[in-house]
């Protein structure tokens, strides 16, 4: 429900057309940003409350293992945002609301995944995905989440600050960096 409803809060402010996440990206409309800022910062808020108050379950906590790899595959992601104006969430929302280049950009992905699937064994063998920092740790310790921390910062007052922050910035961000006035990219 929250996914379908984030969705169709993504459609209505136009993210399943990949020019507007171009305008995002040469900083002429920032209102995804915006979304996507609020939206983080609103569930760090109630999360981490939530496991403050016993409402969330901290066992339900899980913390992926950092490794170099994941930085390379978020640079791909990012080179690929760019290129097709969709991220795999706005690929989805597109592909509802019946844009067929979001297929075409789901089948890319999907035979990605299939792609990387078939190497795994080669690219675990090159070490980028032995695990940096401690492996699978936390910014802040979290109290019976059974994670290592890398500071001594109570990991769940952590997690409602950076979330207020995110919100805050989703709010004060301007809706373009870039004036009217300004030359930028043809569509």
């Known amino acids: 429900l929250i996914g379908a409803a984030f969705g169709a809060v993504l459609d209505r402010i136009g993210a399943s057309n990949p020019n507007f996440i171009g305008r995002m990206l040469n900083l002429t409309n920032l209102k995804l940003m915006k979304t996507i800022l609020l939206a983080i910062g609103t569930g760090s808020v ?86 940096v920092l401690g492996g699978k740790v936390t910014l802040g310790a979290v109290p019976g989440s059974g994670y290592d921390a890398l500071t001594g910062l109570p990991g769940d007052l952590l997690g409602i600050a950076l979330g207020l922050v995110f919100i805050v910035v989703a709010f004060v961000l301007p809706d373009r960096f870039v004036g009217k006035g300004a030359q930028v990219p043809a569509e």
Do not use: E, N
Request: glycine residues 20%; charged residues 5%; aromatic residues 10%.
């Open 46 to 131: 109630l999360m981490f409350a939530g496991q403050m108050t016993g409402l969330v379950d901290v066992g339900h906590m899980s913390v992926k293992t950092a490794y170099i790899g994941v930085f390379a595959g978020g640079l791909l992601l990012g080179f690929g945002w760019a290129l097709s104006g969709y991220c795999p969430g706005t690929g989805v929302v597109a592909a509802g609301a019946g844009r067929r280049d979001a297929l075409v950009f789901i089948a890319g992905g999907l035979l990605g995944a299939a792609a990387y699937m078939a190497t795994y064994p080669a690219i675990k063998a090159t070490g980028l995905l032995a695990p």
